[in-house]
């Protein structure tokens, strides 16, 4: 009996020392961020990053690219350009540079537990589907929010004008006379 009663003290501690939470220190934190970063880069987190980064810079080199050429830019060219665009942010922008960053900031933002949470939900079958999706995600909802825009540009400029120059008086037209 009493052997029986050790056997289920036992048991019972161990599972409260299972259930108990986790220290959130510093340390934990990284190394679960760390984690996470590690998964993240599996699925192509990294890949996607540069691809953005490339793309960012894209737009701001392609005009300069078309003055410099002499002659409007074609897809090939911008082709081209992206690839260069990437391979050079790769040269400094390494998968360890980043898992780094990216280490960093998930442990300033989020607890070990958070942390753990988040590994363990990209291990289930709709966490990886989540990751492998992400970066198509993306791309698909920055490109309707940018066709939105684009239908509402006119509208927007005018109401942007007209708040600016009520916010501001003297950018008015008519204080400008």
């Not at 998968?95 to 280490?103: G, L």
């Amino acid at each position: 009996m009493m052997r029986g009663l050790v056997t289920i003290g036992m048991i019972t501690l161990l599972a409260l020392t299972a259930c108990a939470p986790v220290k959130d220190t510093p340390e934990l934190r990284l190394k679960r961020a760390e984690e996470v970063a590690a998964i993240e880069v599996e699925h192509g987190a990294f890949d996607s990053a540069l691809d953005r980064g490339a793309n960012i810079a894209l737009s701001a080199s392609l005009v300069t690219l078309g003055e410099e050429l002499k002659r409007p830019t074609t897809e090939a060219d911008k082709e081209r350009l992206r690839g260069i665009l990437r391979e050079a942010l790769a040269e400094f922008m390494t998968k360890e540079a980043w898992m780094k960053v990216e280490s960093a900031g998930y442990a300033h933002y989020l607890t070990a537990a958070e942390l753990g949470d988040l590994a363990a939900f990209y291990r289930t079958a709709s966490g990886s589907k989540l990751l492998n999706v992400q970066s198509a995600l993306t791309t698909e909802i920055s490109d309707a929010a940018e066709k939105i825009f684009a239908e509402n540009r006119e509208s927007f400029v005018k109401r942007v004008g007209e708040a600016v120059n009520k916010a501001f008086f003297e950018t008015a037209p008519e204080a400008k006379r």
